[in-house]
């Protein structure tokens, strides 16, 4: 179909789906961890304009972080769709985990289950 439309652009449909699929998760990704994260009191969202929204001495702050700075004055209208599709899978707050703590609960697994074979 695709080569139907742009006859010579040499296209293929999936890969360019699948990666506009893999953007399109990692932008929602950021935005539901500045709205949903461990610290996110200071970020809001504005549902007329599709944007995270925040005071401008965090936007400052947070300059450093280009991932998050880019939505400073750039909407993102796929929020609450991608939001019903990939939310369930994301652990937030109290739930959520770091490598680093996972790695660490392994291994005490591990020491627990060679300790009762001895």
Same mark, same amino acid.
Request: hydrophobic letters at 40%.
């Given at each position: 179909?695709?080569?139907?439309?742009?006859?010579?652009?040499?296209? %293929? +449909?999936?890969?360019?789906?699948?990666? $506009?699929?893999?953007?399109?998760?990692?932008?929602? =990704?950021? @935005? *539901?961890?500045?709205?949903?994260?461990?610290?996110?009191?200071?970020?809001?969202?504005?549902?007329?304009?599709?944007?995270?929204?925040?005071?401008?001495?965090?936007?400052?702050?947070?300059?450093?972080? %280009? +991932?998050?700075?880019?939505?400073?004055? $750039?909407?993102?209208?796929?929020?609450?769709?991608? =939001?019903? @599709? *990939?939310?369930?899978?994301?652990?937030?707050?109290?739930?959520?985990?770091?490598?680093?703590?996972?790695?660490?609960?392994?291994?005490?697994?591990?020491?627990?289950?060679?300790?009762?074979?001895?």
């Amino acid at each position: 179909m695709l080569e139907n439309i742009l006859p010579h652009a040499m296209l %293929k +449909a999936k890969p360019n789906l699948e990666l $506009r699929i893999r953007t399109l998760k990692m932008d929602w =990704t950021i @935005i *539901y961890d500045m709205l949903c994260g461990k610290e996110n009191n200071s970020f809001g969202w504005d549902e007329h304009r599709q944007m995270v929204v925040v005071e401008d001495a965090v936007w400052n702050y947070i300059s450093s972080h %280009k +991932a998050a700075s880019q939505f400073r004055h $750039r909407s993102f209208s796929y929020y609450d769709q991608l =939001t019903s @599709i *990939y939310a369930k899978d994301r652990a937030t707050r109290n739930d959520a985990q770091t490598t680093a703590y996972i790695v660490e609960e392994i291994d005490a697994e591990d020491i627990d289950v060679s300790i009762t074979q001895s």
